[in-house]
Every structure is written in C-alpha cells, then in structure tokens.
C-alpha cells in the first residue's frame, strides 16, 4: 500500500570544526553562498540517507563504491544484474521493479540511460552498430525531496597548514635521505546550525509503491543521520541532529503548501548555548511531531 497522506519534515543539525560538505571547485572548503552562510547540498545529504538506509537492511540501488553491500562496480552491472529486469521487456515493468527492489529508487527516483552493448561487450551509441535494441532509457519520478542545508547565521571557516612528515618512497642512494615536508590545507566551519527541509508527495508515491512504512524508515534515517559518517573531516561527535520535525498531514494534497509548513519552524540561536532553541508556530489542524537525533541502541539498529 502506498503513502497514505503527504508528509514534510525538516532537520536542524550543528556542525562544529568540521567540513560537512567541501566544495571540490573551491579547493575543498566547506560550501559557502555568495552571502556566507554554510550549505550542504542535497546530493550529499541524500549520499548520507542512502548510507543509514543502507545500515538498517534497506537495498540501495545508488551505493557508495566504499559502502558496496554487493559485487557490482556501477549502476549499469547492478541494473543488469537484476534477472527480473533482464528478464522483462517492457520499460515500465521494468520501472516498477526497480522501484520495488530498491528504496531508494521508489523514494528519490532514478535516471536508467544505459547505452547497448555490442557483441564484445562495449557501449555502443548505434543500435545498427550493435546489432541489439537492448539499451534503457527509464526516468523514475520520486516522492521524496529534500532541499539543500543553509546555516542559520553566517559561518567562519578556518583553514589550517598540514603537513606530511613520512617519505612516500625510499631514498635508493640515501635511504635516511628525508624528502621535503608536503604542504596541505584543511578546511573547517568553526561552529554553524544548519536547516533543511524536505516532503513527500502522495501522488508519485502511489506510482512508486512508496509506503507509509518507507516513511517511518526515512525518519529513522534522519534521526540517525550522522552514525557511521565520520572521517578526518568530520570526527564523530563534530556533527549533530538537534530535531526533526515531521508533519504528515490529514489529506493527500496537504492541508497546507510546504512551503507555508516550513516558514512555521524558528530557530533561535542568540542564546548562549551549544544547542539552538528549536520552535513551531502552530498551524490549524496540522500537529508536527518533534524528534531528537537518536541513539543506536534505543532501535537496536546493528
């Protein structure tokens, strides 16, 4: 059964000498906007909940090559790997096994443009050149969407001279020959709380089979966002789920627009706190439930 009613949430999160998400055209600084204030794009984000989802037993069709639950190296060798898929012939059907077998397929959607293979095996752009009609050209529209996270108030960011006091490579004339100190940099927001938002639409719910029970696993994911995300550029315990609110309204369409749901949430951050104070103007009829990020053990999650 798919979604019962639309739902939008939102997540606030601190971040605290760290890098939650480098900009690689910037030379890996922490996103920043013309105005200064932090961002960490949706794409990461999503990277993110396909990780969590991913750790609590869901089957991820997009997988992060150093999180691979399986043997295939690309999105092509999973999508033909599926023997339903290969099986069947007609696009749509194949749509809506994908949807059925991977989370995140039915949830953010999914492009399939994958070229023909010729007899020895290498893309081909010409059907007639490879004598096969068997290439795939399938979009699938998700019910989920998330916004990109912009901090609150501007953010500093602090850079930092590293260096490299090991030779990559032995000396042969000289192997106590010490080879010159490798200069880098490292990139850090002091300190910053982040928003986000983001909602799930009935209508293409009902075309992917995303359920009321794919919900309440995302929610899990949100809550849990940062466990098992760590690295020298965000340390554990660096970032943190302060709330997520999730609304889920009365009626299909939404008893208000998303946009008027997430102008109900403030943040105060002018307090001197490490936690910023997380309120919601209330909307007739329309109760959000609040959420603070939780730990691995209270769901038991491995």
């Known amino acids: 059964m798919s979604l019962t009613n639309k739902i939008d ?5 601190t971040v605290k000498k760290a890098n939650p998400n480098g900009d690689p055209l910037n030379g890996n600084r922490p996103r920043i906007d013309y105005d200064g204030y932090g961002e960490v794009s949706d794409v990461c984000l999503k990277r993110k909940l396909r990780n969590r989802l ?11 090559d150093n999180n691979r639950r399986d043997d295939y190296r690309s999105l092509n060798a999973r999508f033909e790997g599926n023997k339903e898929i290969k099986g069947e012939g007609d696009k749509e059907k194949k749509a809506k096994i994908a949807c059925k077998t991977w989370f995140d397929v039915r949830a953010f959607g999914q492009v399939f443009a994958f ?4 007899k020895k ?7 007639e050149e490879s004598g096969e009609s068997d290439s795939v050209s399938i979009g699938v529209r998700g019910p989920v969407t998330i916004q990109s996270a912009v901090s609150v108030e501007t953010v500093v960011i602090s850079s930092l001279q590293i260096t490299k006091s ?12 010490r080879a010159p100190d490798t200069m880098g940099m490292k990139h850090r927001v002091d300190f910053g709380v982040y928003k986000t938002f983001g909602s799930i639409n009935y209508q293409l719910a009902e075309k992917t089979g995303f359920s009321d029970a794919d919900a309440d696993k995302l929610l899990d994911a949100l809550k849990t966002l940062f466990v098992n995300d760590a690295s020298a550029a965000r340390p554990d315990g660096s ?9 889920k309204h009365n009626c299909k369409i939404g008893q208000y627009s998303s946009a ?3 102008r109900s949430l ?37």
Request: charged fraction near 30%; aromatic fraction near 6%.
């Open 115 to 118: 070229k023909a293979k010729n």
């Open 239 to 247: 970032m943190e789920i302060v709330k997520v609110i999730w609304w």
């Open 260 to 262: 008027t749901v997430h």
């Open 266 to 302: 403030k943040i105060d951050v002018s307090e001197n706190s490490i936690l910023p104070k997380v309120t919601i103007e209330p909307l007739a009829g329309l109760k959000p439930e609040m959420y603070d990020g939780e730990s691995l053990c209270e769901k038991k999650h491995e």
């Open 9 to 13: 949430f939102a997540m606030v999160f």
């Open 54 to 64: 991913q750790d609590l037993g869901e089957a991820i069709f997009v997988q992060s």
């Open 121 to 127: 095996g290498k893309n081909s752009d010409s059907e």
């Open 166 to 177: 090991v030779n990559l490579e032995t000396d042969k004339n000289d192997p106590a020959k």
